[in-house]
């Protein structure tokens, strides 16, 4: 039953680009890079392209159409359709994600605020200098300070609402976001011996290929396309019967590919001409985006200019996938606890504090205390990502396959005469391969914490 109380999307372009603007977030600009880099390059995007084609687009699809036949955030969505403990337990999983991840993805945004900040008034090379970074985040006053500004950043725009905030926000974001990817990436190329990180990116060496090329880009699908962490349930309870879900989703992919590539053609060609071509200097992991490109914009001509474009549109693509996530939380409050906005945004203002400060602490006075051998960031990454996303996945594989079925998803999406030109490979996908997609993806990350196997 529709919910007239329940914000939505204008229409079509507000949902493409909200959606785009959860998607497009540090899981593209800052992790895909090094893991392209890692796996290596041309390989890996090939693998990761034809996975976004098929496992990425089942998802998306499925859990737009699951949110809007609902018209409900993921707990009542699974709740509505299953009536089962374990599939209740499932919508559970799908809303706690966004809870749990939201308040180290702030940390992380504060450290793109701290930087975007530093760029426009301290000197490039003391930026660039080898203690800066590890300076910064060990000091836990001036961390928690840029976490903050962060997280009030992002709260201001959820009180705000979907239409006015979310939906306006994105839609002046992401264009401006494509502008500035496009820029930074024409002065990367253009740099002498760069052309060299180009090939590296786009010429497949099939010798990279392994078993953990494809588990690593099925991993890196959840960062990149916000599968499986109740956003896009939420996000499709907000789309009108008239937009058409399947034309949606290729735009998102398009445009959610489009920045993971734009991404790498910033940092691969900049590091190969910044380091004469030593592939070593790829693989610094996620320091390559706060202690190599520092380094990289110190050694270029404008390297102040191109600090700050560089790291505006990181801040920019943060921003929109913490409100997503932030929203995703909001509107489980809402549905489940019949909260207001004010008081669900509120919550989640507490929870971030709470949860964001052991993260942003946890590399300063709280650095002794560890989970699992982890500092805080580290175990709520590996027990969002690793853990509980592909069990997520999973329940959403089952309830569309088991209570729903398939038949009344494909004619959610079938709705006013809209094509789905795909059928066949959702219908494959979701009953046999992305099941199994996501406990390889789960058993391999936990062999791969307890040293079993090495990804």
Avoid at 271 to 300: N, R, Y
Avoid at 343 to 368: F, K
Wanted: glycine fraction near 8%.
């Amino acid at each position: 039953m529709k919910n007239k109380n329940r914000g939505s999307f204008s229409g079509k372009i507000g949902f493409v680009l909200s959606a785009a603007g959860a998607s497009v977030g540090l899981g593209n600009i800052w992790r895909f890079p090094y893991l392209c880099a890692k796996y290596g390059g041309g390989i890996f995007l090939i693998v990761y392209i034809v996975l976004a084609l098929t496992f990425g687009y089942t998802m998306i699809v499925a859990e737009t159409a699951i949110g809007r036949h609902t018209n409900k955030s993921p707990v009542g969505a699974f709740n509505d359709l299953s009536h089962n403990k374990f599939m209740r337990l499932g919508g559970w999983i799908n809303a706690i994600i966004p809870i749990l991840i939201v308040p180290y993805y702030s940390v992380i945004g504060g450290w793109v605020c701290k930087y975007l900040f530093e760029y426009i008034r301290a000197d490039v090379n003391e930026i660039a200098s080898d203690n800066f970074f590890v300076n910064f985040i060990t000091n836990g006053a001036e961390s928690e300070i840029w976490f903050i500004v962060f997280s009030i950043l992002v709260l201001v725009i959820i009180f705000m609402g979907v239409e006015n905030g979310i939906e306006r926000v994105s839609k002046f974001i992401m264009p401006v976001l494509v502008v500035l990817a496009v820029i930074i990436c024409i002065y990367s190329v253009t740099r002498p011996g760069a052309l060299e990180g180009v090939e590296y990116l786009f010429i497949p060496d099939f010798k990279h290929f392994s078993l953990m090329t494809v588990v690593t880009a099925m991993g890196q699908m959840f960062y990149s396309l916000s599968i499986a962490m109740g956003i896009l349930i939420t996000f499709g309870s907000y789309v009108k019967k008239e937009v058409s879900i399947e034309e949606s989703t290729k735009q998102v992919e398009i445009f959610d590919t489009a920045i993971a590539v734009l991404a790498s053609l910033m940092i691969i060609p900049a590091v190969f001409a910044f380091s004469g071509g030593d592939e070593s200097k790829l693989k610094a992991g996620p320091s390559l985006m706060f202690i190599t490109m520092p380094k990289i914009f110190a050694s270029m001509g404008f390297g102040r200019i191109i600090g700050i474009l560089f790291f505006a549109l990181v801040l920019f693509a943060a921003v929109t996938s913490a409100i997503a996530l932030t929203e995703s939380a909001v509107s489980t409050f809402s549905d489940e606890f019949k909260w207001s906005r004010k008081r669900g945004t509120n919550t989640m203002a507490a929870i971030m504090v709470l949860l964001g400060s052991l993260s942003s602490l946890g590399n300063g006075p709280l650095a002794n205390v560890k989970i699992i051998g982890m500092q805080f960031l580290d175990f709520f990454d590996f027990l969002t990502n690793s853990v509980m996303m592909p069990i997520a996945a999973f329940a959403t594989c089952i309830l569309i396959t088991k209570f729903m079925t398939v038949e009344k998803l494909e004619a959610e999406v079938e709705q006013d005469n809209h094509p789905f030109k795909r059928k066949a490979i959702f219908s494959f996908m979701i009953k046999f391969l992305c099941p199994l997609f996501v406990v390889v993806i789960l058993v391999s990350s936990i062999l791969n914490v307890l040293g079993v196997i090495s990804m």
